[in-house]
């Protein structure tokens, strides 16, 4: 598996067969998710070759790495929800990382506005 997950075509099959499948499985009470995580610090990229270990070591190198209970806390909260409420995705990264896989520089991040939707039914 690569370092970083590459988007769009890989991605899209995953969450349309979770999608299906969570439809399916609502009848049985049955919670279906896609948890994508950032970087995460574990030893998963010592299961590798040198050469590919090597090639995640510069492609990570600088950015903050979630920790294994950011993923566990993003799971218990999809799993707590009321059944009334279903959690399809949750994207989960460290603040810094930008989807190149280089960490923003803090100045353009503390600048940066947050993009905030309406709610619904107010005028854009």
């Known amino acids: ?12 099959p995953l969450v349309a067969f979770t999608e299906a499948l969570r439809k399916e499985l609502l009848p ?3 919670r279906v998710s896609v948890v994508e995580p950032g970087t ?10 040198a050469e590919l270990q090597e090639a995640i070591a510069l492609q990570t190198e600088r950015l903050e790495k979630l920790e294994p209970k950011d993923i566990a806390d993003a799971v218990a909260y999809i799993v707590t929800r009321n059944h009334r409420v279903a959690v399809n995705e949750m994207l989960i990264r460290a603040s810094a990382q930008t989807c190149r896989s280089t960490p923003a520089a803090p100045s353009a991040v503390a600048s940066a506005p947050a993009r905030r939707r309406p709610p619904p039914g107010a005028a854009p």
Not at 1 to 12: E, F, I, L, S, T
């Open 1 to 12: 598996m690569p370092a970083v997950w590459p988007p769009g075509k890989h991605r899209a």
């Open 28 to 30: 049985q009470h049955v």
């Open 40 to 49: 995460v610090d574990t030893e998963l990229g010592t299961y590798v070759r």
